[in-house]
């Protein structure tokens, strides 16, 4: 049944798509790519036991949500035995129970405040704003080749205490921020 | 006798066999079909080991594919990709070699071809191996090799999946969960083998940087709905087979993380329309993504391999514990049973023997005893060894009593109340001179003369009442009409039941008796007329004496008075002499007389009180009592008996005037008294009277003398009474004529005790 409606919306898509969807097309593609990189960033990353006291894994999103809701499915699943929970967080108050923290690409003038919040806490800092790994954060989405890229900076993991698990480094380009 | 012992003890040991090898059988049936579910989880064990080399082979080789048709695809990547290509190269060879050799164990039929095909899929997989090697190092691409490599490829993974189906089938029908198991185990193949082709199917699109044509975009959805029914297929079977909780983690994040990938790709790979221009990801992240994919799935594999195979373990376990126990029964069961055979053979065999034996013994006429010394025996048995014990000693009874029968020199019968003869003694054959074969089972009337047969009519019927009849005399007949004195007693015969079934004679021949009890009677008759004779010629004698007599003292008395003057003193003397003389005579034959008397004339009996007696002489005694300063004591009252009063007071005389005559103490103590019973050198007496005194007492040799006519022996005081001697003589006639007796017992010095019984 599931199949069925996969493919009468694929047949949707097929009558209905136009010139002008065709953009927002490539920017759900784009957006579905990173929520599944996403996964796999917490798959291959090992928290301290300190830092994951709940339940759950937290993904947080700070400022609105560039997914369009496709992280939403992630919602529940498990990862490393973990529940994954999305959480959208306002203000750097809210990012203590987070795991993983993604900065709105609109967000990038709170990033420097956000920044001085995350010393010391064990939270893995994902964005796509150009910058953002040089900026202190530690996986920076970016393009190359058309295709989409992730920067990362060890460093910056590092010093949260975070471990990055070699497989991870598979899906992305090492660099090394200012710091 | 011995083949019977023998024999109970074959048939104990035959019966304790078969029931041995039944138990056997049964135990050693649960432990050889235990020990056959044991092999076959051990294999199963294996096949799961098995089943996972086989599942890592073809996902290596999957993984291999999909690169390798990158690099064909998009030569620039070959850089990139290279060391990865070379790195699953590896894995799939490694992975293959490992399955294939542990493989090798298995020698079922279809397997050889199956692994012959797979091995010629892995040849030609070696060539295309090189073929792309040349290819992509000329940076060419090469459409046909793509195809070839891509369907063998993944003919080869069929292949093996086939191999593994054909290997797994034999393990199917052990263990339910172990199924369910294995049905689990191939939806996660199936998972993995698509998840691998979606990986190939992507990969090429991207590679070629083409939207997805319409029949690999039905693929794809093929994969996918393949992938989904599988999700769930494999959660249902876990569920079933108990793994679901055990591995519930691990299955969540392989499924979560296929599902994220899943929305990853499906807007972006899966509709032809999608495709604008460029494909937002690379290959190689692709790949990595997919093959990081395909760790959760490993994940998921391992942990469910590991709960399997612990599952496998457990069941393994369990059957050995099944054989252990089932083994161990046996043994139980086993000695048990030897136990049984042991205590039977002991307890009961033993026995049974030791009892036949006593009783051959006791057959054979030697002594035997049934409760052997000190042998435990169960209740039963030992209740038979006292029974036959106590029936032994019936038995010896019984024996005992038939041999006194049939020894006895009297003839003993035994015979129906009808009269038919049962039994015949010895006793009985010399009697009657029949043999007891010709006796037994005829009629009574064979030995009762014709006369006689009303007499025992009598005796039936006497027998009838249950009385007996006590010894009585009569006259059988014996073999040949012979008459035969004989004394017969006759008694019932009673059965258990204490009814009367027979009657049993006891007859003893009394010819000799009879004979002698004839000529007893005729000298008896002899003798008393002798007596009578002797008594009458005693009386005629002493009366006609006495005439003469009483002239020789008249004539004396007159020669004294008319010549007394003209005799001398010495003539006057003699006839003084002569006058005594005379005198005595004439007493002497008074007493005679007067002793046959006592001889012939009848008693006078009568009811006589012997106490009064004893007043009376006491009384007629006085003076002389006096005189002596004698006494008579009667310690007890004395009976009344029935005799002849005058003579038994004579008797009593006679003995107190002998007490006191013929005693020297100054005081003469007479003692009457009356014993009920009394013993004597002749036996034992009732009813006996005794005189007793202190006086001088009789010399044993006396004892018998005193009783003669006319012998006195001197008085003891010297006295010059003179009598004739002829008082114990009559007392002894007296107590004889009343059928008593007399005797005495005496101590010189001390005193004589005269006893007597008057017998009437």
Redesign the interface.
Known sequence: M??LI??LF?LA??CG?SVTA?AE??Q???Q??K???L??FL??TDWPAASLTGATLNICIFGDDPFSG?LN??QG?????HQ?AIRYVQGAGEITNCQMLFVNQNEQSAWPNLHRALVGKSILTVSDFPGFAAAGGMIEFSH??????ANLDLDAVDHAGLHIED?LL??VTIVHGDN | MKWCANSIRTVLLSAFAVLALLIAGLAGGDVYSEWQRLNKITQLKNATVISEKLFDATEKFSIERDIALTILHAPETLETLQPRLTESRMAADAAMNDAMGSLRQYRFPELDQLQQKTLSYRTEIEKLRQQISRTVSDRATSPTLEKKWYDTVTALTEQTEDLWLGFAGHFSDIDPTATLHMRYWHCLRIIMDNTGHERAAIAELISTNAAPTPQQSAEL?HN??AV?LSWKTAEILAAQSGLFPIIS??F??A???Y???Q??????F?????H?G?????AD?WL??SS?LG??LDDLKAASHKEIVRYVMNFRVKAQQAILFHGLILMIALTLCIYTFHLVTNRVVHPINYMIDALLSIANGKPGAFVPPQRRQLAEIGNLMQIMNALQRNVEAALLLAAVVESSEDAIISKTLDGKILSWNRGAEHLFDYSAAEAIGQYINLIIPPKYMNEENQIIAQIHEGKSVDHFETVRMAKGGRLIDISLAVSPIRNAAGEIIGASKTARDITERKQAEAQLLRYMRDLERSNQELDDFAYIASHDLKEPLRGLFNHASFLLEDYEGKLDEDGVKRLHRLAHLSRRMEHLVNDLLYFSRLGRAELAIQETNVHQIISDIEEMMESFLHERNAHIIVPKKLPKIVCDKPRITEVFRNLITNAVKYNDKPERIVEIGFLDRAETPQGPENGVFYVKDNGVGIEPGFHQEIFRIFKRLQPADGSKEEGTGVGLTFVKKIIERHKGRIWLESIPGQGTVFYFTLGR
């Open positions: 599931q199949i996969r493919l694929a898509l097929l798509l065709h097309v490539v759900l593609q784009e579905q790519i929520a599944g990189l996964y796999n798959k291959y496709s499915p992630i699943r498990t990862v490393n035995q994954i190359q080749n058309d295709h989409i890229n497989r598979r899906l | 959805w996918r709905g989904d983690a691990e969540s994040d499924k979560s993380h599902e994220t990938l929305d990853m790709t499906e807007n972006i899966y509709l032809p329309d999608a604008s460029t494909y937002p990801i690379g992240i990595e993504l990081e760790d959760s």
